[in-house]
C-alpha cells in the first residue's frame, strides 16, 4: 500500500465562483494536506486532522508555504504541433498550409512521433498540466505515441486521430473509410485502456468530406462513451470557406449539428464567430466551446465571447491551443484570457481563473469526479504553486493581502517556473532545484 501525506495551503473549488467575495465556491485551509493512497485521494482537510486520520507512520511531503490545487486541465491542444509553436506572420488558414501540414507530415515515423510525444507530456508536466485533450496526426503511428508516452506516466489524457481527406496535402489525407476503419481500430486499443480515453477528431469542416462527415457520424453513434473533437469558426475566411463547402447547413455550427456530432461530450475549439442561434444550439445539445485566447491572439482570429455563452447557459472551458497557442502554461493562457473578456468589457476574477483551469475543465469533460479537484475518491493529481518563484513576483507578493491577490499574481506573472512540483495519481514528477526555498512574506495575510 502506497499512502502519502502532501502539505501546505490546501485550495480546490466546489463550485462556480459567481464573484470575488464568493468564499462558498471554494475550500481554502492556511495549514492544510492531502492523503493520498495508492494514487487516490482518502481525504482533505486541517493538517492536524489528516495527520490523525493517516497515522504517524505515512511518508509527509511539506510544501508550506506553496499552494497545493487539483492538476490543471488542458481541453484543446494539438501535439504534432509542439515543433511549430512561435512560428511566425500568418492568420489561420495560410499558417496551417505554411507550417502545420509540413510538420504533421513528419508523425508518418514512429521514431519521430514517440520523441515528440515524450516531449509533450514532459512540457504538460513541467507548467503542472496534469489532464489534456488533444488532436494526433493521420497517422494511427502518432496515436500510439501519445498514449504510449501518457501510460508511461500514469497521465489520464485524452486524444484521437484527425480524421481529413480534403484541402491538405496528400500525405495527410485519409479516406472515409480508412479514417472509420483506423479511428475504430485505435478505439478498440486505447479507449478505457488505463486511463486513457479516445477523442473522435474529424479536424474540421474544410478537411472533411461530406462522406467523411457521415463516417464521423457512424463512430459517434458506435462509440458514445468516446469524446468528439473539431474546430468551428476561429477565423473569418475559414467560415466562408466551410460554409461555402455546406451551403445547404444554416451556418458553420449546423453543419456539425447535421450529423449529429453535437452532444455532451463534443469539444468545438474556438468558438468566436457565432450567431445567437449558433450559441443557443449549444446550450441544447449540451456542446462545450473551448476557449483558446493565446492562439486567437496569435493568428489574429478574434475574440471569444464567454458572457454569451453564459447568457445562453451554454458550456465552454479554456485551453492553450499548442501550437497556434504560445504557451503550454494555463496560467499564461488565464492571463490572456482575462485580457480578452477584459476588452469585451467582462470580468474574468482570479477565482474564476483557477476554477476553470480545475473543476470546470472537468466538469467540461465530464470527469469532475476522477480530476479537478481534492475531494475524497478523486485522482491524486495535484499542482504545487509558489508565487514567488520569480523575483519580480516575491518582491510583488510583499504587499499581497489575500488569496484573490496572490491567484491573480500567479495569473498574471506566473510560468513554468512557479510549478514547485506535479503528482500525477499521487507520484511526484517534477524535478525542481530546491536551494531556494519559497518563503511566504510576512504582510500575506490571507483570509
Known amino acids: 500500500m502506497n499512502e502519502l501525506l502532501i502539505r501546505g495551503r490546501v485550495l480546490t473549488f466546489v463550485a462556480e465562483p459567481q464573484g470575488i467575495d464568493d468564499t462558498a465556491s471554494y475550500r481554502y485551509l492556511e495549514d492544510g494536506a492531502v492523503f493520498v493512497r495508492n494514487g487516490k485521494i482518502v481525504e482533505t482537510g486541517s493538517y492536524g486532522d489528516i495527520r490523525k486520520l493517516a497515522g504517524a507512520n505515512v511518508e509527509v511531503v511539506d510544501h508550506r508555504p506553496n499552494l497545493i490545487l487539483p492538476g490543471f486541465i488542458d481541453t484543446h491542444l494539438h501535439f504534432p504541433q509542439t515543433q511549430a509553436i512561435a512560428s511566425y506572420g500568418a492568420q489561420l488558414l495560410e499558417w496551417l498550409n505554411t507550417y502545420i501540414f509540413v510538420e504533421e507530415q513528419k508523425f508518418a515515423r514512429a521514431a519521430h512521433a514517440a520523441e515528440v510525444a515524450d516531449r509533450f507530456m514532459d512540457e504538460l508536466l513541467s507548467n503542472g498540466t496534469t489532464t489534456a485533450v488533444a488532436y494526433c496526426s493521420v497517422h494511427p503511428e502518432s496515436v500510439d505515441a501519445y498514449f504510449v508516452a501518457a501510460e508511461a506516466r500514469g497521465m489520464r489524457m485524452i486524444g484521437g486521430k484527425v480524421m481529413m481527406d480534403r484541402n491538405a496535402p496528400e500525405a495527410l489525407r485519409d479516406t472515409p473509410q480508412q479514417g472509420y476503419d483506423e479511428t475504430n481500430r485505435l478505439i478498440e486499443k486505447w479507449h478505457g485502456r488505463g486511463r486513457a480515453h479516445y477523442a473522435i477528431s474529424p479536424r474540421f469542416a474544410i478537411t472533411s468530406t461530406p ?163 481534492l475531494q475524497a475518491g478523486a485522482d491524486a493529481d495535484i499542482v504545487v504553486l509558489d508565487s514567488g518563484a520569480k523575483s519580480a513576483m516575491e518582491f510583488r507578493m510583499r504587499t499581497a493581502t489575500s488569496l484573490a491577490e496572490e491567484l491573480f499574481i500567479l495569473q498574471t506573472m506566473g510560468d513554468d517556473r512557479c510549478i514547485a512540483e506535479v503528482y500525477v495519481a499521487g507520484k511526484a514528477m517534477k524535478t525542481k532545484d530546491r536551494k531556494r526555498q519559497a518563503t511566504a512574506p510576512q504582510s500575506l495575510q490571507i483570509a
Open 211 to 373: 462522406e467523411q462527415m457521415e463516417m464521423s457520424q457512424a463512430l459517434v453513434a458506435e462509440h458514445p462513451t468516446c469524446y468528439v473533437q473539431t474546430h468551428l469558426s476561429e477565423n473569418r475566411d475559414e467560415v466562408a470557406f466551410a460554409t461555402s463547402l455546406y451551403p445547404e447547413a444554416k451556418d458553420y455550427t449546423d453543419i456539425y449539428a447535421r450529423y449529429d456530432l453535437l452532444n455532451e461530450r463534443m469539444l468545438l475549439g474556438h468558438s468566436i464567430h457565432l450567431s445567437d442561434r449558433e450559441v443557443s444550439v449549444f446550450a441544447e445539445t449540451g456542446a462545450v466551446g473551448v476557449f483558446c485566447p493565446t492562439s486567437n491572439l496569435f493568428l489574429g482570429s478574434g475574440l471569444f465571447d464567454a458572457a454569451r455563452f453564459d447568457k445562453f447557459g451554454a458550456r465552454w472551458s479554456v485551453a492553450t491551443d499548442v501550437g497556434g497557442g504560445t504557451s503550454f502554461s494555463m496560467l499564461e493562457t488565464m492571463d490572456e484570457a482575462y485580457k480578452v473578456l477584459h476588452l469585451q468589457g467582462q470580468r474574468l476574477t482570479p477565482f474564476n481563473s483557477f476554477y476553470r483551469m480545475t473543476r470546470g475543465n472537468a466538469l467540461a469533460l465530464g470527469l469532475e469526479h476522477q480530476i479537478g479537484s
